[in-house]
């Protein structure tokens, strides 16, 4: 079945270090890729997405790109913030981007930026 | 802006007891999913709807029944609350594409 295995945390992290959370995942099909962040005390929130292969999903410096050859959608930011500790989760759709559909969950990574 | 409420933040519960946790979005949309997430294991689905009236199990629905009588209102409930349901659950929205918009979370404990 579909799944999604993200590297294991906590990372920890000077501010300005390069980051690289680690993803892969197994799906049949053509699954969108998604990375969703939880700041301590919410909820998740989207914070990227990419729908088909190749595609590069960005936002607030965050980037992913969808490599179908590797099945991975490593995230990645030049240079953290202190702000950005928080738990990153990488998650796959099971149906096509047009139909809707569950989501799956990696495990989550915890980040955390010292100053 | 997409708003996902739930009823509260922290609860606190004794074993046995029958436990509603609530959610209301304010965007119409069609599909709801409540989620229970656990160090080391992510969110796992534990029911969704894609419409009122209607449910589907998810992953790990034993313990667990749902309802949803209205659009914007989808309920978790726990009939006979056990220690191994102390969790965070989170609920979920979203239209016709899989983006999910989420709650807060509320923090479940079961003493």
């Known amino acids: 079945g579909n799944s999604v295995t993200q590297m294991e945390g906590p990372v920890t992290l000077s501010e300005e270090a390069f980051l690289t959370i680690n993803c892969t995942y197994t799906?049949?099909?053509?699954?969108?890729l998604f990375w969703y962040v939880q700041y301590p005390g919410e909820g998740l929130q989207l914070l990227l997405k990419?729908?088909?292969?190749?595609d590069k999903g960005s936002n607030k410096g965050f980037e992913a790109t969808y490599r179908k050859e590797t099945t991975s959608f490593h995230l990645e930011k030049g240079s953290v913030q202190v702000s950005d500790s928080a738990v990153y989760f990488c998650a796959l759709s099971d149906q096509g981007y047009n139909q809707g559909g569950k989501l799956i969950f990696g495990q989550g990574t915890e980040l955390s930026v010292k100053p | 802006d997409v708003k996902v409420t739930q009823s509260s933040r922290y609860l606190v519960k004794r074993t046995g007891e029958k436990v509603f946790l609530e959610c209301v979005q304010d965007m119409d949309h069609e599909n709801m999913f409540w989620y229970r997430q656990d160090p080391g294991l992510g969110l796992r689905l534990i029911y969704f709807?894609?419409?009122?009236?209607?449910?589907e199990k998810g992953d790990i629905p034993e313990g667990y029944s749902v309802s949803r009588e209205k659009k914007e209102r989808f309920s978790l409930i726990l009939e006979s609350a056990s220690t191994n349901q102390t969790s965070m659950y989170l609920c979920a929205s979203s239209l016709s594409r899989p983006e999910q918009f989420f709650g807060p979370g509320t923090r479940l404990t079961v003493l």
């Open positions: 799906a049949t099909g053509y699954p969108s």
């Open positions: 709807s894609y419409d009122v009236k209607m449910k």
């Open positions: 990419a729908t088909k292969a190749d």
